[in-house]
């Protein structure tokens, strides 16, 4: 600690010990309240509005001491909780001068617990006159010096509480986010899928191009990984006869940090039988837009590519093929670029640094990434994508080079992946065996074989739309957030050098 928060730390724990000395517990087990601050806010307008007849409601509330103003025989004290904030006047001739001295012990940041009536002061704000006060936790180290708000981003991520504590906006948008996963589940519940939970510890981590997370299982002598998807699992699910499932769950990759990317996040996985991915494409959009009506009051969101611009969600969104991306944003037509070094040599003459062992299907990812996905900042499904790169979809009938596939892009950020899948088990075994070889040529994010999904497939799977969306990289989108980390209450960051 800094000197500055050194001395306050030592006053702090002072003041502990004269409390405890005078048998004043700083930190009680309960305290039982009769109204949060919002519930006695309204309570006292619903007295005004039915005339204030009878005597003023009668409130025990308990909150976090914001902002403290002493007058001499009086003193206001702001008191936050998570509903909101109230005001308390505590004065010394109603609570006598030996309470009213111990106010003295009492600093910002500490927890404070009072009881009495409400009125509304001169000034018009809705007070609590106390009549007793309990501390119900001692804070030893000082809160932020701005309430309105914390400058530091660091901080603001790495100890989230502090930023929760001093900024109004961050809990906002936290409970915004917490709407959002609710919305959702009504929505997904609303066209009959039911919502399921598949295993994080997997001896196989497949379902997504993805370097996993490696631990070891000691009781069975044998690495597991986390699992970078719910993919394998849920399929499972639809052969053994569920027709609709989905999971919203935390899943792991091992991949650099970024505004765009943690290496934990939550994703929406769904499978829906007897679909395909226009099925899919269609749910999407009304997904996106049926949540964002519902928890922001519009489908109109803000442009990050363009300051003070919106973004329509409501259907329908651009569908646009690979092929028709790379001819329009890199000038590139793939129809005479389907051997690798036609490819390499092209990509390379874009100035793109691509990997020396880079496969074909990675090259194309190189240039979508860099010439492409950038430029979607409409709503829009980029669709169809090369077979090289999507071992678990089923191809195009009339051009197989292709796999019914797509992701979802608004204001240039990959929201997902969805695709047809891939239900012939023998197709599915062999570009699996493919995606074994490039793994063993080093690409660290090929898929590994997962026998028993394999074997699962042969029972027969029915046809299937499935759908990947990240929900946090949604909650940017819907809140106008540019960090991944401004969304995640606490994101992983790099140990300070």
């Known amino acids: 600690m800094s000197g500055r928060r050194d ?44 005339g204030a007849a009878a005597p003023a409601p009668e409130v025990r509330v308990a909150g976090r001491i914001t902002a403290m103003r002493d007058m001499g025989g009086a003193a206001f004290m702001d008191l936050r909780d998570g509903s909101s904030k109230l005001q308390a006047y505590l004065k010394r001739d109603t609570l006598g001068e030996q309470a009213y001295e111990g106010l003295r012990e009492l600093d910002l940041g500490d927890f404070l617990g ?36 914390l400058a530091d981003v660091e901080t603001r991520y790495r100890q989230r ?26 929505f997904m ?65 091992n991949e650099g940090l970024s505004t765009r990317h943690n290496p934990e996040f939550t ?46 969600l409501s259907a329908p969104w651009r569908r646009l093929t690979v092929a028709d991306g790379i001819r329009q944003y890199a000038e590139l037509d793939l129809e005479e670029l389907w051997t690798e070094p036609a490819l390499r040599a092209a990509v390379e ?51 197989p080079r292709f796999v019914e596939r797509f992701e979802p892009f608004i204001g240039g950020l990959e929201l997902g992946n969805a695709y047809t899948e891939l239900n012939d088990p023998l197709d599915q075994r062999e570009r699996l065996r493919e995606q074994a070889r490039l793994r063993a040529a080093g690409d660290e994010e090929a898929e590994l074989p997962d026998e028993d999904f394999l074997r699962a497939l042969e029972y027969g799977m029915p046809p299937t739309g499935g759908l990947g969306l990240g929900l946090d990289r949604l909650v940017m989108i819907l809140t106008g957030q540019r960090s991944i980390r401004q969304v995640i209450l606490f994101p992983q960051l790099r140990d300070k050098g």
């Open 7 to 50: 001395e306050f730390y030592r006053q702090r724990r002072d003041k502990v010990a004269r409390l405890r000395e005078r048998g004043i517990d700083p930190y009680p087990p309960r305290y039982h309240r009769t109204h949060s601050a919002a519930e006695a806010l309204e309570a006292f307008r619903a007295w005004e509005e039915a």
């Open 189 to 253: 519940e609303g066209r009959g899928f039911l919502e399921v939970e598949t295993p994080i510890l997997l001896p196989h981590a497949g379902g997504a191009a993805a370097r996993p997370f490696v631990t070891r299982y000691e009781s069975l002598d044998h690495d597991f990984y986390l699992r970078i998807a719910t993919e394998l699992h849920l399929k499972r699910l639809i052969v053994g006869g569920f027709d609709r499932v989905y999971e919203i769950g935390r899943v792991f990759r």
């Open 114 to 149: 009072v009881g009495g009536g409400l009125f509304r002061t001169r000034t018009g704000e809705v007070t609590v006159e106390v009549r007793e006060h309990v501390l119900l936790a001692k804070a030893l180290l000082p809160p932020p010096e701005k309430w309105h708000g």
């Open 349 to 399: 003459k874009k100035g793109i640094e691509a990997q020396p062992g880079a496969s074909w299907g990675k090259l194309v990812d190189e240039l979508l990434s860099a010439c492409v996905e950038p430029r979607l900042i409409e709503p829009t499904f980029l669709m169809d994508y090369p077979a090289a790169l999507s071992p678990l979809a089923k191809k195009k009938p009339d051009d």
């Open 267 to 312: 994703l929406l996985e769904s499978y829906e039988a007897y679909a395909d991915y226009n099925d899919v494409a269609s749910m999407v959009e009304d997904l996106v837009s049926q949540v964002a009506q519902e928890i922001l009051g519009t489908t109109r969101v803000p442009n990050p590519a363009k300051a003070g611009g919106e973004l329509e």
């Open 161 to 186: 509480y502090l930023d929760l504590m001093a900024n109004q906006g961050a809990r906002e948008l936290f409970v915004v986010r917490s709407r959002v996963m609710q919305a959702i589940r009504r």
